[in-house]
């Protein structure tokens, strides 16, 4: 079923080239004649690193649900992935994910992700937009503020002028500056939420040697409140494999080689040292820090100009390690198409009200993750203790229990609603997997819960 609507606005623009970008201008083009994109790099024609995409060289991950947005939005993307070298994987079935001492069982979850760098997926997605009706990608072009006209936004002021539009989406990421614009132009700034989670990490890119193979074609190991350190490696495009280590609060992985691979040893589950120790090293090293997950709370303004909107990174920005980034932002896309078919009234306010919904789910599994550790900032409420407590037996009974092993990647891979995990059926296995390797007083677990 179309999408497209009778009456179409004359023009919109989007602030930013990424992948949050790329996606809005998709949505965007059936809803307006016009689309122009504006992308300060120049941008590259294939699958090559850009200065903009900080975290570009690392791992990077397209979720289950990320991916099932990119097939709705560009029939047969998938295929012009596998094509140029991605690889589709099974997220429960092709890997190993290592929790609580051990892996999460592997089964057939009918998750299925993509496994390919950064530069690839956003190069494919680029090429497509690129080829869209009525899509304009107008690239080494630095946007220096907004366009208004009374309590609305009218266009956007360029190196070059003024550009007009109907609507202005700015999907310009983390470093957004729309919320110091709005203050400027008499606004109140969104209020920000952030989780300082002190995050750095270093990736380098492998081959494996001759007749070295790989179980599976993706690793995690997950830090533990504890070592605070932890690596994904995963298979990627020309036969390369890419290995991205990190720590929180100072434990950060050496760039040099040796060391490097001293740092993967060091991990909970020996997985990606196994693989690394005699494989041949491809470049250098990249290093990226990460200071805070960041949210700004644009549904709780009370005024906000028409002919703007806030999209992608620009709204949340979480922890790369659970690699919600580029899948949120396909949801928020979903999103953005259902608030425009319902008409430009109060579009800003119903579009923050929708991605606040969505964005609950990722920012809540994150930050009761990254909580754990007693050196991150936030609220540790008597909830979120009780929730990390239960997610560290429901991990050890995975080990053994396929149901629960597969139930759990559905919401990592925001597939289904983390209360999924506390239907009765999923507690009793829990608890019962609980109960058959040590009895537990009340007391017991009561003292668990406060301590973790």
Request: charged content about 25%; hydrophobic content about 45%.
């Amino acid at each position: 079923m179309s999408n497209r609507v009778e009456q179409k606005g004359r023009r919109a623009l989007v602030i930013g080239g990424s992948m949050a970008g790329l996606l809005a201008a998709r949505v965007l083009s059936d809803f307006y004649d016009n689309v122009i994109l504006i992308e300060r790099d120049v941008l590259p024609k294939n699958s090559e690193h850009r200065r903009g995409v900080a975290q570009g060289r690392h791992a990077h991950g397209l979720l289950a649900s990320g991916a099932a947005v990119l097939e709705d939005l560009f029939p047969g993307i998938g295929g012009d992935l596998t094509s140029g070298g991605a690889m589709r994987a099974d997220v429960l079935n092709d890997a190993h994910w290592f929790f609580e001492g051990g892996c999460l069982k592997q089964s057939p979850s009918g998750t299925i992700g993509i496994l390919a760098s950064r530069p690839l997926l956003e190069s494919v997605v680029r090429k497509r937009v690129r080829e869209t009706d009525g899509v304009q990608i107008l690239d080494n072009c630095s946007v220096n503020g907004l366009f208004s006209d009374g309590g609305s936004v009218k266009g956007v002021r360029i190196d070059g002028g003024i550009l007009e539009a109907d609507l202005v989406v700015d999907a310009a990421g983390r470093g957004s500056r729309v919320a110091q614009w709005l203050g400027l132009l008499g606004f109140a700034v969104p209020r920000e939420d952030k989780i300082e989670i002190r995050l750095a990490y270093t990736t380098r890119l492998f081959r494996l040697r001759a007749g070295r193979t790989a179980d599976v074609p993706l690793l995690i190991v997950p830090p533990t409140p504890e070592g605070k350190r932890g690596g994904v490696m995963a298979a990627q495009e020309g036969g390369l494999w890419i290995a991205t280590l990190f720590g929180h609060f100072g434990q950060l992985a050496p760039a040099d080689l040796e060391g490097f691979i001293e740092y993967a040893k060091s991990l909970e589950a020996p997985y990606i040292y196994d693989l690394l120790r005699d494989a041949e090293p491809v470049g250098e090293a990249a290093f990226t820090r990460f200071p805070a997950s960041a949210r700004r709370r644009y549904e709780n303004l009370k005024r906000f100009p028409e002919g703007l909107l806030v999209f992608g990174d620009a709204i949340c920005s979480f922890n790369p390690v659970y690699g919600q980034g580029m899948s949120v932002a396909a949801l928020q896309a979903m999103e953005l198409r259902e608030v425009l078919a319902g008409g430009s009234a109060n579009l800003a306010r119903r579009f923050f009200k929708k991605a606040a919904k969505l964005i609950d789910v990722p920012w809540n599994i994150a930050a009761g993750g990254d909580l754990r550790m007693p050196e991150t900032t936030g609220p540790r409420t008597i909830f979120v203790r009780l929730i990390n407590w239960y997610m560290s037996k429901l991990h050890k009974a995975a080990h053994h229990d396929s149901e629960l092993s597969v139930a759990f990647i559905r919401v990592a891979q925001l597939l289904a609603k983390p209360e999924s995990l506390l239907r009765p059926r999923m507690l009793w296995r829990v608890l019962s997997s609980r109960l058959k390797t040590r009895p537990a007083t009340t007391a017991a677990v009561a003292r668990e819960i406060t301590v973790s």
